[in-house]
């Protein structure tokens, strides 16, 4: 069993950045892929980006490439995403979710956190 909380959500403006945390704890946190997930009102569940047990590759939806980095640490069993260049559309819910295999499909995840709201004013 793992637990996932997520931090780090809020308003921010247009062009402005934020960092997100995926706090982790329960089973050992290196042996999963991890990855970032986000829900917009009214619309699917969608990828963000993910990141191997090692962090030694890392993959991004189209709509974050070049302005999101997912990163994690695992000595503190923590994984993060830094948003750059935040636009209106990135108004979601993200959600963090550990997998044991490497997946931008979310069936294939096995946990999951409670999400933090990120709202982008325009």
């Known amino acids: 069993q793992v637990e996932l909380v997520e931090s780090g959500g809020g308003l921010v403006q247009a062009g402005g950045s934020l960092r997100l945390s995926c706090a982790a704890s329960?089973?050992?946190?290196?042996?999963?892929?991890m990855g970032w997930f986000r829900q917009a009102p009214g619309k699917e569940r969608e990828f963000v980006a993910s990141?191997?047990?090692?962090?030694?590759?890392?993959f991004y939806a189209d709509s974050m490439k070049g302005r999101s980095s997912i990163s994690r640490e695992n000595t503190k069993n923590t994984m993060y995403l830094q948003m750059n260049s935040l636009k209106p559309e990135d108004t979601a819910v993200y959600y963090c979710?550990?997998?044991?295999?490497?997946?931008?499909?979310?069936?294939?995840?096995?946990?999951w956190g409670q999400g933090t709201q990120v709202t982008v004013s325009s």
């Open positions: 979710a550990a997998a044991t295999m490497a997946s931008t499909r979310q069936n294939d995840y096995d946990y």
């Open positions: 990141i191997t047990w090692s962090g030694g590759y890392t």
């Open positions: 329960g089973r050992t946190f290196s042996m999963y892929r």
